[in-house]
């Protein structure tokens, strides 16, 4: 059966696929033919395109409802991210986690989508808040907000969030 409206939306998601596969040729061919710092230029823009993407695909699953997933594909999303999109058991359960936390966290969630964080500090910030309430979160985040953190490298956005992350619960006092 055929559903209107369904050949855009799969032909873009081939476009995207097409598109992810044609920086990453470019970015290899561009490093052979520039021998830029042995290839270390491409590979991170490659990574920064890769982060880019992740973050995409975490706010997809922020609005996947799990029960229309089931209903639709008969897998949960976590079983559905491992037998169709080909993801390890821990890398399904990360990027369900961040689709989650990042939820309550707007800054981090915009941080993350504009590159200012790379994958590796937001898993580190969804780690670190995961005995977190919402509210809690919620604090953390509008903390960070407050705060410049341009000037700061992912290892230490990520230790700023385990800081806060103690201020956030009392009982760590």
Do not use: C, K
């Not at 369900?96 to 969630?109: F, H, K, S």
């Not at 979160?137 to 407050?146: G, I, K, N, T, Y």
């Not at 992912?154 to 992350?165: P, R, T």
């Amino acid at each position: 059966m055929y559903v209107r409206g369904m050949q855009n939306r799969h032909r873009s998601l081939a476009d995207i696929a097409a598109a992810a596969h044609a920086i990453a040729s470019d970015a290899s061919s561009a490093a052979d033919r520039q021998r830029d710092n042995d290839g270390l230029d491409a590979a991170a823009v490659i990574l920064a395109a890769v982060d880019r993407l992740v973050a995409a695909g975490t706010s997809v699953l922020q609005t996947s409802d799990h029960h229309a997933v089931i209903a639709h594909h008969g897998l949960t999303r976590d079983t559905w991210l491992r037998a169709v999109a080909g993801r390890t058991g821990t890398d399904a359960g990360m990027l369900l986690a961040a689709a989650g936390r990042l939820a309550d966290m707007p800054a981090v969630t915009a941080w993350f989508h504009r590159g200012i964080l790379s994958w590796g500090a937001v898993r580190q910030i969804v780690a670190s808040t995961r005995t977190l309430t919402a509210a809690q979160r919620s604090w953390v985040d509008q903390a960070l907000a407050d705060h410049d953190i341009s000037g700061l490298d992912q290892d230490q956005v990520a230790a700023a969030v385990e800081g806060l992350v103690i201020n956030a619960r009392p009982e760590l006092h």
